[in-house]
Nanobody, 124 residues
Framework: QLQLVESGGGLVQAGGSLRLSCAAS????????MAWFRQAPGKEREFIAA?????LYADSIKGRFTISRDNAKNMVWLQMDNLKPEDTAVYYC????????????????????WGQGTQVTVSS
């Protein structure tokens, strides 16, 4: 069992930066693939980035967002730079054991554990 708690969301102007944090419980955090998703009102949940055996980014945020993790601290972060109004959404941290996978997944259905989400609002 793994519990995830996000923090770091807020209101920022376009062009600004935010750093989201995700704190995870559990003693074998390093065994989990970690990911960030987001969901805007009226839209489906969207993959942002994931880190496990490899690192994967969505094309929409590539070059602006960076995922990182510290297994010793049970933490994963999402550094978001050059934010745009279309980045406004609730951002979720997700985790999965990823057993047998050699690449991380971009599909929400393959992540078993989710945080409660943190709101990011980018004003124009």
């Amino acid at each position: 069992q793994l519990q995830l708690v996000e923090s770091g969301g807020g209101l920022v102007q376009a062009g600004g930066s935010l750093r989201l944090s995700c704190a995870a419980s559990g003693r074998i955090f390093s065994a989990y693939d970690m990911a960030w998703f987001r969901q805007a009102p009226g839209k489906e949940r969207e993959f942002i980035a994931a880190m496990g055996p490899d690192t994967l980014y969505a094309d929409s945020i590539k070059g602006r967002f960076t995922i990182s993790r510290d297994n010793a601290k049970n933490m994963v972060w999402l550094q978001m730079d050059n934010l745009k109004p279309e980045d406004t959404a609730v951002y979720y941290c997700a985790a999965d054991r990823g057993s047998g996978r050699t690449v991380v997944s971009q599909y929400a259905t393959q992540y078993a554990y989710w945080g409660q989400g943190t709101q990011v609002t980018v004003s124009s």
